[in-house]
T-cell receptor, first 113, second 114 residues
Framework: GESVGLHLPTLSVQEGDNSIINCAYS??????FIWYKQESGKGPQFIID?????DKRQGQRVTVLLNKTVKHLSLQIAATQPGDSAVYFC????????????FGSGTRLQVQP | GAVVSQHPSWVICKSGTSVKIECRSL??????MFWYRQFPKQSLMLMAT?????????EQGVEKDKFLINHASLTLSTLTVTSAHPEDSSFYIC??????????FGPGTRLTVL
């Protein structure tokens, strides 16, 4: 069935380095994508979103890139900090269908001080 | 803004009892809320879509008679796990959809069934 998946289950980076978390999706009808951060025992926290009419969107220290041709999504975190350590999920939905989110399997980001 | 709360944050119950979990949007109205379940080290899986004033829509494999959902107001949805069993132990998370279609998540409820 349709799914959203990730390439790397765990990513370890040094404090101050840039981090890149990748996500592949398979539903060609998906037109809305979101990145969430989840700390242990907490609910997902919205980071940044992007719609399919864009290929790049920037926030504070974060950038999301969308490549619809290869159905690939990435989250870039600049100057990674220890507080960025968490599990990151990509999620997608389609405004032409149900609006519920389909989540990827998650990537754990470990920031080494 | 866009804060979603859940109550309780954790609950321990005996097998066979029912547990109610509340999800509230504190500073916005949400005609649609979603309920997810997350097992340890796994991703979130959608259980059902809760629509204010109408019946919930359940995902395939989710028993509607076991997981009762009520969305009686624009700021409150409840999930009741009936006759809970140890296999129902999980992290239950709700989300509320804002007017801009962004979903904001609650902090989750940890359910442990003994």
């Amino acid at each position: 069935g349709e799914s959203v998946g990730l390439h790397l289950p765990t990513l370890s980076v040094q404090e101050g380095d840039n981090s890149i978390i990748n996500c592949a999706y398979s539903n060609s009808a998906s037109d809305y994508f979101i990145w969430y951060k989840q700390e242990s025992g907490k609910g997902p926290q919205f980071i940044i979103d992007i719609r399919s009419n864009m290929d790049k969107r920037q926030g504070q220290r974060v950038t999301v890139l969308l490549n619809k041709t290869v159905k690939h999504l990435s989250l870039q975190i600049a100057a990674t900090q220890p507080g960025d350590s968490a599990v990151y999920f990509c999620a997608e939905s389609s405004n032409t269908g149900r609006r519920a989110l389909t989540f990827g399997s998650g990537t754990r980001l470990q920031v080494q001080p | 803004g866009a804060v979603v709360s859940q109550h309780p944050s954790w609950v321990i119950c005996k097998s066979g009892t029912s547990v109610k979990i509340e999800c509230r949007s504190l500073d916005f109205q949400a005609t649609t809320m979603f309920w997810y379940r997350q097992f340890p080290k796994q991703s979130l899986m959608l259980m059902a879509t809760s629509n204010e004033g109408s019946k919930a829509t359940y995902e395939q494999g989710v028993e509607k008679d076991k997981f009762l959902i009520n969305h009686a107001s624009l700021t409150l949805s409840t999930l009741t796990v009936t006759s809970a069993h140890p296999e129902d132990s999980s992290f239950y998370i709700c989300s509320a959809e804002s007017s801009t279609d962004t979903q904001y998540f609650g902090p989750g409820t940890r359910l442990t069934v003994l």
